[in-house]
């Protein structure tokens, strides 16, 4: 996929990530333990792992969703665990998608992705240009007018993804993206995410059980039972994004 005329001119470049010494617990229940990794600006990392061994909950520490109990998490230097407006950063700062699309059925693809850049206030002159960009660039150009619900499942997961680099984040955090997709779609989704990190620079951190993300990754971490067992490179490739 190629960048067309209308893409956005300020490419968002990736935040780096660092947890260090992080735990945490819902009650009196630890279900991280001294979790630590870092990820370089641009990186695409998997994070793989049984279900229930914790991935949801890094990613909602690293998105500012919840407070570590323990340790600290920096995206770009900032400590997300001592926000004291965490709802700006997660407006400005990370892109979530989720396994649900939760695309708005009432509001056209194009809608749904200029919504966060109503929350942003990005003029109004200027969201329906970056929309129609960002959905060129998730291959669905042409189909703004469309309301989710004629789109396939894999296609509802691209405007998802749309909506996610809405404001451009240094960040995408992914938790479970393909979890109700075939695998054909599922490929497109690895794909399209694989691209943004080359093309954009974004850090992408995508969490599955998935295992057929990894040959995707950069690098696939796994954990198990709240803990990360296994570090693997998959394979060297530059991180620097194309200008
Ligand atoms: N909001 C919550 N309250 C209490 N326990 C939770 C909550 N969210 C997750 N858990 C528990 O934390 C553990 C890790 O869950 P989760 O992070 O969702 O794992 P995964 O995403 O790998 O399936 C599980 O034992 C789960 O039951
Ligand atoms: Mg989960």
Redesign the pocket.
Known sequence: MTQGPQSPSRSATGASVSVAGVSHA??D?E?LHDVNFAVQPGELVALT??????????LHLMGALDRPTQGRILVADVDVGELRRPAVFRRTSVGFVFQLHYLLPTLTVQQNVELPMAAARVPRHERAARARALLEEVGLWGRGRALPSELSGGERQRVALARALANQPPLILADEPTGSLDSAAADSVWRLLEDLRRRRGTTVVV?SHDRSLIPHADRSLQ?VE?RLSEVSAVQPRPCTAER
Do not use: I, R
């Open positions: 819902y009650g229940v279900v792992g049984p279900s229930g061994s914790g991935k949801s909950t890094l969490a954990l709240g």
